[in-house]
Nanobody, 124 residues
């Protein structure tokens, strides 16, 4: 099983940047996908981006395309989410998730492993 720990959340003004990190502890080698999801108060959890770790291929939700970038440091078993040009509507708890499925997705049901979440607050 994989254990995920997020960090890097915080509060910024609109237009600012934050970088989130997700460390995969108790790492089990193999092909897998990593994703970031977010959940705003009163809203359903939504997928933001996923990356296929062995290929580096990534897919972004339209709402963050061009502003967010996912990257990975395989030596550190860490996935990052660089968030630029933040907007108040990006305010949410951000979760990283891992899946051993052969294809990536932004369906939360496809991800059995989750971090505890980190809060991102963007003020106008």
């Amino acid at each position: 099983a994989q254990h995920l720990v997020e960090s890097g959340g915080g509060s910024v003004q609109a237009g600012g940047s934050l970088r989130l990190a997700c460390v995969v502890q108790r790492y089990t080698p193999g092909n897998y996908n990593m994703a970031w999801f977010r959940q705003a108060p009163g809203k359903e959890r939504e997928g933001v981006v996923y990356v296929v770790v062995h290929s580096g291929s990534a897919y972004y939700a339209d709402s963050v395309k061009g502003r967010f970038t996912i990257s990975q440091d395989n030596a550190k078993n860490t996935v990052y989410l660089q968030m630029n040009s933040l907007k108040p509507e990006d305010t949410a708890t951000y979760y990283c998730a891992a899946s051993t499925r052969s294809v990536g997705s932004l369906r939360q049901g496809d991800y059995p492993y989750w971090g505890q979440g980190t809060q991102v607050t963007v003020s106008s």
